[in-house]
RNA sequence: GGUCCGGUAGUUCAGUUUGGUUAGAAUGCCGGCCUGUCACGCCGGAGGUCGCGAGUUCGAGUCUCGUCCGGACCGCCA
């Protein structure tokens, strides 16, 4: 028997017991006279004891010993003399008599401890010695939770989750696929699914008329930091409800993660926003709700007082950043480049300090007197000690870097707590965007959204206007997840293809399988899909989703560990009947 | 497709601005001492293709060009 307990398990209430455990070598002190291990599994950490009780046979296997050994180990449970409280196990210790080397290992290339000596690249290299660490396993751990109590609540609120093809059809809208060569079609090919959109609609059509899947999706585009080639989504979709009845169900499901997994009481009903409050409001579609510093539109106000930057700026802005009127020259001219840097765009910041003794000054106090300083602070909710930050530029623009310069603010202020949670559903997107490019309008959720009742007559004369049955879900600034009540007869499925710009035989042929099945009786249906990485991140307090993840890829959307993509051998292109464009055969 | 940052001991990094004696630190590793440690402590030691290739120079970790690898971002990602 490898063991009795995990290397988690023992209390006080063990003492006296007999015990075998099997485990990795976690750290070895040596005292001259007796020596300590400190013996780790998935479950904890166990400190062993070698004194003048050990027998000769168990010391003198000591000086073998080194990290990540595994050892079994049999002897008593003792209490200690010296307690750990830090450890859940500190109370006691084992004294083995008995001790088997299971598995000799070599120096393992960075210390496998909470905190690690390891770089980002050497610890995907040995992904398998990075899951180890106790970060990593906490994380696992937490996702784990998150997908069974995802299961259980959605299973109890009668979904069904179906499994839907992963070989499917390469499709023009959205993401770039990836794609599956055929050797039994020989020059066509599968697409791998950007997510099972379609599919879930085919089973409400099919009457399933509550489904969900934790499934991978693959898009093969450029990645980034918190973007990976392949994730996971928590898809989901529901017929016969409007998008009142969406919300509910998963703003049930979330609160209960919540409780569950962070131990997050969140009693209220979740903030709707309507995308353009969002905008309005915070300047962009996911604020970050921790804490409020919303973006003021000045722009009336400001006009016409002579000061020419303000004057021929399409929109005014700023925000309140309470207590910050001390503020350096240092620190304001940091905030200054922080708005020119060019991601967040803005050409300068205009700042008014309201000073505690209730006096005003500003960059543009040649400009303006006292008396409109005070009107800008009851517009921004500023008191005396606060500082005024303003931008003035093209609206849209200028929000963003307003939204930008507020999360920035968020931070300095330590006002984006990460045990906190603000969760928002950000309602009413616009159904279309324009896409200067390509010169047509896009969907902006997707293509099978439905739009609003009301906005239906707009869609031939001001299709920019209308609004979607469309929603996202968002917490602490991080879009979570996503989705619409959709299209569910074939005349308005094909209206929207027509003002998409999608021709009548394309759609067909893209989209025919689905065009025909809305003739057969298709219900209302809606669903939502969640980035089931990044929520778990979120809920672990981390932005990054590759430590969510047991074996990511890297920015370029390879795999350390394994060296993958790869070339593969000739055989395997001739039966595939590819030839590669550059001529080699690879292999 | 583009921009920026990095690559030096097993590992994490300093040294590059201003080219010049034997390339340092911490940690890990090895040896010695140590009977209550838990990031044990103390003493000693080993450990380097300065990513790779070319060039400039009397001389290159340091300057130039190329290249490979890693990271961040823009475009992109409904």
């Known amino acids: 028997m490898y063991r009795t307990h995990t290397c988690g398990a023992l209390r006080m209430e063990h003492v006296g017991n007999r015990v075998t455990l099997t485990g990795w070598v976690q750290r070895i002190r040596e005292l001259g006279g007796m020596t300590f291990i400190t013996l780790r599994d998935r479950y904890g950490i166990t400190q062993l004891v ?3 009780h050990a027998p000769k046979a168990v010391t003198d296997l000591l000086p073998e010993l080194g990290r990540e050994f595994i050892i079994r180990v049999s002897g008593q449970v003792r209490e200690r003399s010296s307690k750990n409280p ?20 070599e120096l393992p290339p960075f210390l496998i401890e909470n905190e690690t000596d390891g770089g980002e690249e050497l610890r995907m290299r040995y992904r398998y010695l990075d899951l180890r ?37 390469s499709t023009p809208e959205g993401a770039r696929d990836f794609v599956v060569p055929s050797r039994m079609n020989p020059g066509e090919f599968y697409a791998l699914p950007q997510s099972p959109q379609t599919f879930k609609q085919l089973l409400m059509i099919g009457g399933y008329d509550r489904y969900f899947q934790i499934v991978r999706c693959f898009r093969d585009e450029d990645l980034r930091a918190d973007r990976q080639p392949e994730f996971t ?17 998963f703003e049930g499901l979330a609160k209960h993660l919540f409780q569950v997994v962070a131990h997050y009481d969140y009693q209220d009903r979740f903030p709707r926003i309507t995308y353009d409050d969002a905008i309005g409001l915070y300047g962009t579609d996911k604020p970050d709700l921790r804490f409020g510093m919303k973006i003021a539109d000045i722009t009336r106000e400001v006009q016409g007082q002579g000061f020419k930057v303000f004057d021929q700026a399409e929109y005014i802005g700023g925000i309140c950043a309470q207590g910050c009127a001390d503020y350096s020259r240092k620190q304001l001219d940091q905030l200054t480049e922080f708005v020119q840097r060019p991601q967040v765009g803005a050409k300068g910041l205009v700042y008014v300090k309201y000073n505690s ?21 009851r517009l921004m909710n500023a008191q005396p000690g606060d500082l005024m930050l303003i931008l003035a530029g093209a609206r849209e623009q200028t929000l963003s870097a307003l939204g930008m310069l507020r999360l920035e603010m968020g931070s300095r202020l330590g006002l984006r707590d990460p045990e906190k949670f603000a969760p928002a559903w950000i309602v009413d997107f616009p159904l279309f965007e324009w896409d200067p490019d390509q010169q047509r309008y896009t969907a902006m959720h997707h293509p099978f959204t439905s739009p609003k009742d009301e906005d ?20 602490n600034g991080v879009e979570i997840g996503g989705g619409s009540v959709r299209i569910h007869t074939r005349e308005m499925q094909e209206k929207m293809f027509e003002a998409l710009g999608i021709s009548k035989s394309e759609a067909q042929e893209q989209f025919g399988f689905l065009l025909n099945a809305f003739r057969y009786g298709a219900p209302p249906h809606g669903g939502i899909a969640f980035g089931f990485d990044r929520w778990c991140a979120v809920m672990g307090g981390s932005d990054s989703i590759r430590d969510y993840i047991a074996f990511p890829k890297n920015n370029a959307g390879r795999d350390l560990m394994i060296n993958s993509p790869a070339p593969i051998s000739k055989e395997q292109l001739r039966e595939l009947q590819i030839k590669l464009a550059n001529g080699s055969d690879t292999g």
Not at 361 to 372: A, L, N
Request: aromatic letters at 10%.
């Open 456 to 475: 239906v007559g707009l869609i031939d004369k001001d299709p920019a206007n209308m609004r979607a049955n469309a929603y996202d879900f968002v917490i």
């Open 357 to 377: 003794d209730g006096s005003f000054k500003s960059s543009v106090d040649k400009f303006f007197d006292p008396d409109r300083f005070q009107q800008w602070a």
């Open 233 to 249: 989504q928590l898809d989901c979709e529901m017929a016969f409800v409007d998008q009142e009845d969406v919300l509910n169900t």
């Open 50 to 52: 070698f004194d003048e």
């Open 86 to 105: 830090a450890m859940p196990t500190g109370d006691i210790e084992v004294s083995p008599d008995e001790m088997e080397v299971v598995n000799r290992s």
């Open 133 to 169: 660490r106790q970060v990593l396993r906490d994380n696992m751990m937490l996702r784990h939770r998150m997908a069974q109590e995802i299961r259980t609540y959605l299973d109890q609120h009668a979904f069904v989750e179906v499994e839907t093809p992963f070989l499917i059809k």
